[in-house]
C-alpha cells in the first residue's frame, strides 16, 4: 500500500496526512487508513456513492477534521486518484 498526501485546514492551522489506500476494498476492511505522523488516526470506506463512511476513529480525531478528511477523499477518490497513480 502506498501513502498519498493530503492536507485539511481547519482554525487557521494545517494538518498534513499520509493516506493508504486498498484497491481491492471488500466488507472485512476499510478502503482507507489516514496517518499522522506515521500513527493510523482513521479509517473510512465508501458507499455505492462514493460518499465515505468513519469505520474508526483511532486517534480520537475531532469530528471538524474528519469531515474535512473524508470531503478530499471524496473528491479524490470519485475521479479514480489514487487507483491512476
Known amino acids: 500500500m502506498s501513502l498519498h498526501p493530503i492536507s485539511v485546514t481547519l482554525d487557521n492551522i494545517t494538518y498534513r496526512f499520509e493516506v493508504g489506500e486498498y484497491p481491492h476494498h471488500d ?10 505522523q506515521g500513527k493510523l488516526m482513521a479509517t473510512f470506506a465508501p458507499d455505492r456513492n462514493h460518499i465515505l463512511h468513519l469505520c474508526q476513529n483511532y486517534g480520537n480525531m475531532k469530528e471538524p477534521i474528519l469531515h474535512l478528511v473524508a470531503d478530499q477523499l471524496e473528491a479524490l477518490h470519485h475521479y479514480g486518484f489514487f487507483e491512476q497513480q
Do not use: N, Q
Open 27 to 36: 466488507e472485512m476492511r476499510c478502503k482507507f487508513s489516514v496517518y499522522y
